[in-house]
């Protein structure tokens, strides 16, 4: 209370949280290409081997069952090991460097694993051409990014590298300087999709943007069937490319170090890390909470895995499940009720924002945008935490997605900031 009261009197901090803000709305993301993600990420090409990873900083001793799934999965992927012991052994025994996503101009779902061989989108932000990465989406089930890695799986990896992402390359280079993504954001929401847990809308529009494009390309025809088949098939690709667009959106805007805005949420299956923009590069860590939602048949809560990933980039640029009145029939697939309950839910996320952004309007809303700017200070004195839609993860390695729900910011994370954001203003 000492620490908000003071607050309120430094002057300044509510304009530069305006200016924040500003640099959200004025963002304009393409999708401009599919590359390999060693060929733009230049922490993959070191001499040690490296795996990037969701969340703040982690080591494999912390690291829950998903994530060091997804590590054995990508060893076996990288062809550093052949089986699963060789690999286990080679990552236990420190063969392996871990950097966060984060660190790498990147975002990474769930586990986040990603590896120097991998196909990675790539999204521009034309406001001055800030570049994240993020790898594609292989669909539900078991998939390497909930921590399983059967030989399906690295299969799948093997052709998504190898076919997918080409084909996808050579596709988006025939478009105009790639794909708008404000667009098809502003549509899909018109169309109940919120862009964490449901982007069956996004995926639509999607595919009717780049299926033409791939038509045109030279590779054969049962290629561009499979590929544009398997975007037919996958209603979650959107997720990612969603999350490169956050990315870029929030390296952007990171640039101007002022104000008490959060720049990032993520979270590693052991801690939640927020960013703020007048703080910069630091982490501000809690443990992470497990998420409360629905089961597939045969799980139950003892199954699912405390959360993980940096899909909470999402909601860190105001979708997801702070837009959750967007998607009201998300609200039932997380086990969070009916349209009343979407309503305040989004109706409680507006509390802790600075505005609302014009870009991304809500007809269920009232037409209202989407929350924009999380303020810590708004945080900490309402207690109110973000909440974050997200799928769930089984506890242990290698059985992949068992569930899908809601999961809150821990609170001391955001008290951790301010009491580095006031001690930056000479706040005591």
Same mark, same amino acid.
């Given at each position: 209370?000492h620490?908000?009261t ?9 304009e530069?949280?305006e200016r924040i803000?500003q ?5 304009q993301?393409q999708?401009?290409d599919?590359?390999?993600? #060693?060929d733009?990420i230049?922490e993959?090409?070191r001499?040690k081997? !490296?795996l990037?990873?969701a969340?703040?900083p982690?080591?494999w001793e ?5 994530m060091?799934?997804s590590?054995?999965?990508a ?7 052949e089986?699963?012991e060789?690999a ?7 063969e392996?460097e871990?950097?966060?996503c984060?660190h790498?101009?990147a975002v990474?779902p769930?586990g986040g694993i990603t ?5 990675v989108?790539?999204v ?8 994240a990465?993020?790898?594609?989406n ?9 921590g399983a890695?059967s030989?399906e799986?690295?299969d799948r990896l093997?052709?998504m590298?190898d ?5 996808l390359?050579?596709a988006?280079k025939l478009?105009?300087?790639g794909?708008?993504l404000?667009?098809l954001i502003?549509?899909a ?6 862009f964490?847990q449901?982007n069956?809308?996004?995926t639509?529009?999607?595919l009717k ?5 791939i038509?045109?390309t030279?590779?054969p025809?049962?290629?561009k069937?499979?590929?544009i088949q398997?975007l037919?098939d996958?209603?979650?690709?959107f997720l990612n490319i ?6 870029s959106?929030v390296?952007?805007v990171?640039?101007d170090?002022?104000?008490c805005v959060v720049?990032?949420? !993520? ?7 927020v960013r ?12 992470v909470?497990?998420?409360?939602g629905?089961?597939f048949?045969g799980?139950?809560?003892e ?8 899909s909470a980039i ?5 979708v997801?499940?702070?837009a ?8 039932r697939f997380v ?5 009343e309950?979407a309503?305040n839910?989004?109706n ?11 870009n991304?309007s809500?007809?269920t809303?009232?037409? #209202?945008?989407t929350?924009?700017?999380i303020?810590?200070r ?10 974050i839609n997200t799928?769930?993860?089984? #506890? ?12 809150r ?11 580095a954001?006031?001690a #930056?203003?000479?706040?005591?």
């Amino acid at each position: 209370i000492h620490l908000l009261t003071e607050l309120a009197k430094v002057e300044g901090i509510d304009e530069a949280n305006e200016r924040i803000c500003q640099r959200f709305k004025e963002s304009q993301p393409q999708l401009v290409d599919v590359v390999v993600a #060693k060929d733009v990420i230049p922490e993959l090409n070191r001499e040690k081997k !490296t795996l990037l990873h969701a969340g703040p900083p982690i080591t494999w001793e912390n690291m829950q069952g998903p994530m060091r799934g997804s590590c054995i999965g990508a060893a076996l992927f990288e062809g550093w090991a052949e089986t699963e012991e060789e690999a286990v052994k080679m990552l236990e025994a420190g063969e392996v460097e871990f950097i966060p996503c984060h660190h790498c101009h990147a975002v990474g779902p769930m586990g986040g694993i990603t590896s120097a061989n991998m196909a990675v989108l790539k999204v521009v932000n034309q406001a001055d051409g800030t570049t994240a990465y993020c790898t594609m989406n292989e669909g539900i089930g078991k998939v390497l990014r909930f921590g399983a890695y059967s030989q399906e799986v690295v299969d799948r990896l093997h052709w998504m590298a190898d076919e997918l992402g080409p084909v996808l390359s050579k596709a988006l280079k025939l478009s105009d300087g790639g794909i708008n993504l404000n667009v098809l954001i502003a549509r899909a929401i018109t169309q109940g999709d919120e862009f964490h847990q449901r982007n069956m809308a996004a995926t639509l529009n999607f595919l009717k943007e780049v299926a033409p494009l791939i038509v045109k390309t030279d590779v054969p025809e049962d290629a561009k069937e499979r590929v544009i088949q398997f975007l037919a098939d996958t209603d979650q690709f959107f997720l990612n490319i969603m999350m490169a667009m956050g990315k870029s959106i929030v390296d952007y805007v990171r640039k101007d170090e002022e104000g008490c805005v959060v720049s990032t949420m !993520t979270r590693n299956g052991y801690e939640f890390g927020v960013r703020v923009t007048g703080l910069g590069d630091q982490w501000f860590c809690a443990p992470v909470n497990t998420p409360i939602g629905l089961y597939f048949t045969g799980f139950t809560a003892e199954d699912g895995c405390p959360d993980n990933g940096d899909s909470a980039i999402c909601e860190t640029v105001g979708v997801g499940g702070m837009a959750m009145v967007a998607a009201p029939g998300v609200t039932r697939f997380v086990g969070a009720g009916g349209f009343e309950d979407a309503l305040n839910i989004s109706n409680e996320m507006e509390k802790i924002c600075v505005e609302h952004n014009p870009n991304w309007s809500i007809p269920t809303w009232d037409f #209202k945008g989407t929350c924009l700017g999380i303020d810590i200070r708004k945080v900490v004195a309402t207690g109110i935490t973000p909440l974050i839609n997200t799928g769930i993860a089984h #506890k242990n390695a290698g059985v992949g997605q068992v569930g899908a729900g809601t999961v809150r910011a821990p609170l001391a994370c955001f008290e951790q900031a301010l009491e580095a954001y006031c001690a #930056k203003l000479g706040i005591e």
